[in-house]
């Protein structure tokens, strides 16, 4: 029964089924959006307009469909098919080594008709034919008048190395899911932050307490005015406050210290130091009236203390200047940094506040899946090999020779060819 039960494990159609079940899961998790609040799913997957007719937030919910990766029923479908390579391996693939390694030598001439390349040689020196077959590298064993020769055994090997590849990228993915968090925080430059806002984590997700500050942030545009990279300056900072170290970061070069990965996701914009004559330094709030094709940030500067006179200000980029409008709309011109304008009091720009949005994340798996891709890989090489036998029977002045391969069946018809030519 245990027989039964593993090699039922082993057989490649129960591996198909799982993998392709494994991969529908995969693309659920594709098309909805993962790891997102129980609001987002309320508004795109209402219960009176549910999507496809049947999926709606609740469901998505009771499954756990908003965080596929992480459920039970995820993780015991990765450890079924992990099972099954690995019960597949020992069962069929290390077997399938061993014969292949040992010397399989033909013991009657009826055993060629199985063979797609065969012949019969007549008052040959069979001293020729095997210096010919040394020369093709192959590995020559022989018992009296019987020989078996082969090449290219490291090919045989090219399946045990897919089923470790894939083993090893099951591990690092669970692994990942158990013990990964993502975080998103939004940091004004200058201040200090802490990772608190966890979007994500794993049931055995240990966060190590953290500290940074961004020191600046800043956009360089190219000559379309179009946004060419975001940057912040970040410090990583100890118990004490003190700085340890400290790396610029933009989008695709994130900073990594402690084990945890920094990525620059966002920005905004929160306000602007302004001084007027009826005021001095102080900072107004900007607020974000962004559409989907254009960021936008709206303030209102008083210029009295009755606060209901004074200009609207816009802004829609981070290069150092702002404009102006009075209450009518009109535009009254550009104000750049540290620059004053006159209108009904004077009014200079200090700084333009920006924020940067980091998102912050750890996938202790990422290394395991590494090697196991670079593995698989190496797999895909060492199966370009081929592995080619040639076997020979001498029955007094005749000798039949013939051989098989398990790819390139043609350069093989060739190479057989000038061996027995």
Same mark, same amino acid.
């Given at each position: 029964?245990?027989?039964? @039960?593993?090699?039922?494990?082993?057989?490649?159609?129960?591996?198909?089924?799982?993998?392709?079940?494994?991969?529908?899961?995969?693309?659920? *998790?594709?098309?909805?959006?993962?790891?997102?609040? $129980?609001? %987002?799913?309320?508004?795109?997957?209402?219960?009176?307009?549910?999507?496809?007719?049947?999926?709606? +937030?609740?469901?998505?919910?009771?499954?756990?469909? &908003?965080?596929?990766?992480?459920?039970? +029923?995820?993780?015991?479908?990765?450890?079924?098919?992990?099972?099954? #390579?690995?019960?597949?391996?020992?069962?069929?693939?290390?077997?399938?080594?061993? $014969?292949?390694?040992?010397?399989?030598?033909?013991?009657?001439?009826?055993?060629?008709?199985?063979?797609?390349?065969?012949?019969?040689?007549?008052? $040959?020196?069979?001293?020729?034919?095997?210096?010919?077959?040394?020369?093709?590298?192959?590995?020559?064993?022989?018992?009296?008048?019987?020989?078996?020769?082969?090449?290219?055994?490291?090919?045989?090997?090219?399946?045990?190395?897919?089923?470790?590849?894939?083993? @090893?990228?099951?591990?690092?993915?669970?692994?990942?899911?158990?013990? *990964?968090?993502?975080?998103?925080?939004?940091?004004?430059?200058?201040?200090? /932050?802490?990772?608190?806002?966890?979007?994500?984590?794993? !049931?055995?997700?240990?966060?190590?307490?953290?500290?940074?500050?961004?020191?600046?942030?800043?956009?360089?545009?190219?000559?379309?005015?179009?946004?060419? !990279? /975001?940057?912040?300056?970040?410090?990583?900072?100890? &118990?004490?406050?003190?700085?340890?170290?400290?790396?610029?970061?933009?989008?695709?070069?994130?900073?990594?210290?402690?084990?945890?990965?920094?990525?620059?996701? &966002?920005?905004? @914009?929160?306000?602007?130091?302004?001084? %007027?004559?009826?005021?001095?330094?102080?900072?107004?709030?900007?607020?974000?009236?962004?559409?989907?094709?254009?960021? =936008?940030?709206?303030?209102?500067?008083?210029?009295?203390?009755?606060?209901?006179?004074?200009?609207?200000?816009?802004?829609?980029?981070?290069? *150092?200047?702002?404009?102006?409008?009075?209450?009518? *709309?009109?535009?009254?011109?550009? #104000?750049?940094?540290?620059?004053?304008?006159?209108?009904?009091?004077?009014?200079?720009?200090?700084?333009?506040?920006?924020?940067?949005?980091?998102?912050?994340?750890? &996938?202790?798996? =990422?290394?395991?899946?590494?090697?196991?891709?670079?593995?698989?890989?190496?797999?895909?090489?060492?199966?370009?090999?081929?592995?080619?036998?040639?076997?020979?029977?001498?029955?007094?002045?005749?000798?039949?020779?013939?051989?098989?391969?398990?790819?390139?069946?043609?350069?093989?018809?060739?190479?057989?060819?000038?061996?027995?030519?």
């Amino acid at each position: 029964m245990k027989q039964s @039960l593993f090699r039922a494990f082993a057989d490649l159609r129960f591996a198909i089924t799982v993998l392709l079940i494994i991969a529908s899961c995969s693309i659920i *998790g594709t098309i909805i959006e993962q790891d997102q609040s $129980i609001e %987002t799913y309320k508004l795109n997957y209402p219960l009176t307009n549910k999507v496809l007719g049947f999926l709606s +937030w609740d469901i998505i919910v009771k499954f756990g469909l &908003d965080h596929i990766y992480k459920t039970w +029923w995820f993780l015991i479908l990765i450890l079924i098919f992990g099972a099954s #390579l690995l019960t597949c391996t020992f069962l069929q693939q290390v077997p399938s080594l061993k $014969i292949a390694r040992r010397c399989q030598f033909f013991r009657t001439i009826d055993q060629f008709s199985r063979l797609k390349f065969s012949k019969q040689l007549k008052n $040959i020196n069979i001293n020729q034919i095997l210096f010919k077959i040394k020369e093709n590298q192959y590995s020559i064993y022989q018992q009296k008048n019987i020989i078996y020769c082969y090449k290219g055994l490291i090919g045989r090997i090219a399946p045990l190395i897919v089923h470790f590849s894939m083993i @090893l990228i099951l591990v690092g993915s669970i692994i990942g899911s158990l013990g *990964g968090f993502k975080a998103q925080e939004i940091i004004p430059k200058t201040e200090t /932050f802490h990772i608190q806002n966890i979007l994500s984590n794993g !049931q055995l997700t240990s966060i190590t307490p953290a500290s940074a500050r961004v020191n600046d942030f800043w956009i360089t545009y190219n000559q379309q005015t179009t946004v060419n !990279q /975001f940057y912040s300056d970040v410090s990583f900072l100890n &118990d004490f406050g003190t700085e340890i170290n400290r790396k610029t970061i933009f989008v695709n070069s994130p900073a990594k210290y402690n084990g945890i990965n920094y990525y620059q996701t &966002d920005w905004n @914009l929160i306000g602007l130091r302004i001084k %007027t004559d009826y005021f001095t330094t102080a900072q107004y709030p900007l607020i974000n009236i962004a559409n989907k094709q254009e960021k =936008i940030w709206l303030s209102w500067i008083p210029i009295d203390n009755m606060l209901d006179n004074g200009f609207t200000v816009l802004i829609n980029n981070l290069q *150092g200047y702002c404009s102006f409008y009075d209450k009518s *709309g009109l535009f009254l011109g550009n #104000l750049e940094l540290n620059e004053t304008i006159k209108l009904k009091s004077s009014i200079t720009l200090i700084d333009i506040i920006s924020s940067t949005g980091l998102q912050i994340k750890t &996938d202790p798996g =990422i290394p395991i899946i590494y090697t196991g891709f670079g593995f698989l890989m190496l797999s895909t090489l060492i199966s370009y090999i081929t592995y080619s036998q040639i076997w020979i029977v001498q029955n007094r002045k005749k000798v039949f020779i013939g051989g098989n391969t398990t790819r390139a069946k043609f350069d093989f018809e060739l190479e057989f060819f000038r061996v027995t030519k």
